[in-house]
């Protein structure tokens, strides 16, 4: 069995599985390995580790710490509570028709369009600063006023392109992502359209300092080594220094490009800032590049699903990230996203199209044919309100799937057909 431990009561003839938040070339802390000594645990200790899992089935228990499991169980039913909590039905209503749902679709069409001449405008920012031009961030100010604009209308539009969106280049992708992301976070903490916008700017040019590391380390395969995280942690530094003087860019949105890798327990970089020395916005786009980063694919590893992306989220509340800040986030995106491939217990495939904001975990779904087939008596394209079937077993929700693993166009499949809104 695997158990979280406080290193605090690490003793010799436990069996380390792997340390929190610890990335180290030193061979006394990795994971996977017995501990065989006092020393070895005080070296654990001396090193700033504070938590660990051990395992065991290859070395000694301890009768302090949850197991794995009883972590991962507790976490999602905090995700649960947040999901039918007061502040969640006190958001607008779903759409009750077929004509709502299916204007959802054009909205997607509509923000699609947008996020492309953001791309293409970011993507020129990028060259740019690779050819040693001067940067100009104005003209990203008008799509940006546009997408702010389209989040008011229908935040679950872009929600979608966010999740879904392809590019080759990992951190255009990631840097749309992060400035969607962040513009719906502080839309739905109520900050006015100046800071939304401003938000928004920051979170396409935050990662723009990778364009001066080495693609071998961005893309390596396998944990770095401390000089290769040192040399990849200087991008925050990088992306200051190509920003300097650059038209456009506010004294805001500077902090939020500078802080976000800084986290409340101090263990952040590049400065360690701790506490409410930490801007708010600088917390938030921590909380949404980290998100972004874990549920997207990358050269080196696989993307991990929302659902569990969000578990992670509030396991780092309260020590990474404001408690708070977590679970707004969280209601904000959506316990499943729109663009989410869900999988019923009645067999039947399907897609996340609007969510519930007064029950999230009843979303509105599409469901859809698989190359396997689909052995539910649903029809293939029929559009059904989960929060009028909640009662009904067979509409209960059993896996959540990536909708990398079956070969259909995601943004094509969103709403269209006829709305199966009762039992």
């Not at 879904?164 to 992502?177: A, F, I």
């Not at 969280?330 to 039947?348: A, D, F, H, K, Q």
Request: aromatic residues 4%; negative net charge; hydrophobic residues 35%.
């Amino acid at each position: 069995m695997i158990k979280k431990i406080s290193v605090s009561d690490l003793q010799p003839g436990m069996h380390i599985h792997s340390i929190v938040d610890v990335v180290s070339s030193d061979p006394l802390l990795r994971g996977n390995r017995l501990v065989h000594s006092s020393s070895e645990v005080r070296h654990i200790q001396s090193h700033g580790v504070k938590e660990l899992f051990i395992d065991t089935d290859k070395g000694d228990d301890t009768r302090s710490g949850p197991s794995f499991a009883e972590i991962s169980a507790t976490l999602q039913d905090q995700i649960r509570e947040l999901a039918g909590g007061d502040a969640v039905a006190k958001e607008a209503p779903p759409p009750q028709t077929e004509t709502e749902l299916h204007r959802i679709g054009a909205e997607i069409e509509e923000a699609s369009q947008l996020v492309h001449e953001a791309s293409l405008m970011v993507g020129e920012i990028m060259k740019d600063a690779r050819m040693g031009r001067n940067i100009d961030a104005r003209p990203i100010s008008e799509p940006i006023r546009q997408m702010k604009e389209m989040i008011e209308r229908s935040p679950d539009a872009m929600i979608a392109l966010a999740l879904l969106r392809k590019s080759d280049d990992e951190t255009l992708r990631h840097s749309l992502n992060v400035g969607i992301l962040l513009m719906l976070f502080t839309r739905s903490l109520g900050m006015n359209s100046t800071v939304v916008e401003q938000a928004g700017t920051a979170g396409f040019l935050h990662d723009i300092g990778k364009i001066r590391i080495p693609d071998s380390l961005l893309n390596k395969k396998g944990k770095l080594n401390p000089g290769e995280l040192s040399v990849i942690r200087q991008h925050v530094k990088h992306a200051l220094q190509l920003l300097d003087g650059t038209p456009g860019l506010t004294p805001l949105m500077t902090t939020i490009i500078k802080q976000h890798h800084e986290r409340i327990d101090g263990s952040g970089y590049p400065h360690g800032l701790s506490g409410s020395n930490i801007h708010k916005l600088g917390q938030m786009v921590g909380i949404v590049d980290v998100y972004d980063a874990i549920t997207s694919k990358r050269s080196y590893r696989g993307p991990i699903e929302s659902h569990i992306a969000l578990r992670e989220i509030m396991r780092w509340a309260g020590t990474l990230f404001t408690q708070s800040l977590c679970e707004q986030f969280i209601r904000c995106i959506g316990i499943y996203p729109v663009g989410s491939l869900l999988e019923l217990r009645n067999g039947t495939f399907a897609l996340v199209i609007q969510n519930n904001r007064s029950a999230l975990l009843h979303p509105v779904i599409k469901t859809i044919k698989t190359p396997a087939g689909n052995t539910a008596d649903d029809t293939p394209g029929q559009m059904i309100d989960l929060n009028m079937f909640r009662d009904q077993p067979g509409y209960s929700i059993v896996n959540h799937r990536f909708v990398h693993d079956i070969n259909i166009d995601i943004l094509e499949e969103m709403p269209s057909g006829t709305l199966l809104s009762t039992p």
